[in-house]
């Protein structure tokens, strides 16, 4: 069950996942977070449907992100406590989003652990790059930035010791669609000693 991700209704870009809570109260909750158009939208539905949930959407009012009067009713539904626990839920988790989307404490995209960077470099596009390593999933990931979404992983990358060249385990859709060219990857210095 749960919510499949949606592109933002406003302008279809990709939208950033902020958090979710299924099944309590009866209902599917999931919070969604459009950095272009600085816009929160909570999905809702009841527990186990199928339906398409309600999104509800929450734009900035005064430096807050504030729901909007048009769907204040059907938010008045959740029980106070639950509903008033999620709406401070959905500008937590933006904040957060919004002040470390530019901070290079990168993670291993596998177990969440903190990872070392090992090579900041800038595209002939001028858009900057980072790799970071998990000494325990003996991975790579390639981060690229872009000012609405700041740092986002495009991929994973295993070092091959015998080819002495890095292969790509997985490549992950970014919202700002950053690509991930074979010359990128075949240009990384090879894996240092750790
Ligand atoms: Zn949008
Ligand atoms: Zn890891």
Same mark, same amino acid.
């Given at each position: 069950m749960g919510h499949a991700r949606q592109p933002c %209704? @406003?302008?279809r870009s990709r939208l950033v996942e902020m958090g979710l809570s299924y099944g309590a109260k009866g209902v599917d909750l999931s919070i969604w977070y459009c950095p272009r158009c600085d816009v929160a939208f909570v999905l809702l539905s %009841? =527990?186990? =449907? *199928?339906a398409a949930p309600s999104a509800l959407q929450w734009h900035r009012r005064d430096g807050q992100l504030e729901l909007r009067e048009e769907d204040r009713g059907r938010w008045e539904e959740l029980p106070r406590q639950f509903g008033e626990c999620w709406e401070s839920n959905v500008r937590h988790h933006v904040g957060l989003f919004l002040r470390g989307r530019?901070? *290079?404490?990168? +993670? +291993?995209? @596998?177990?969440?652990t903190p990872t070392p960077v090992l090579h900041r470099w800038r595209d002939p596009a001028g858009t900057g790059w980072l790799m970071s390593w998990c000494r325990w999933c003996k991975l790579g990931f390639l981060f690229a930035s872009s000012a609405d979404n700041g740092w986002e992983c495009c991929a994973s990358v295993a070092w091959d010791a015998g080819l002495g060249r890095y292969e790509v385990v997985k490549e992950y859709p970014t919202g700002a669609g950053h690509a991930l060219g074979p010359q990128l990857v075949a240009r990384l210095p090879p894996l240092p000693a750790l």
């Open positions: %209704p @406003l302008d %009841p =527990s186990r =449907s *199928e530019h901070a *290079e404490g990168v +993670c +291993c995209q @596998l177990d969440g």
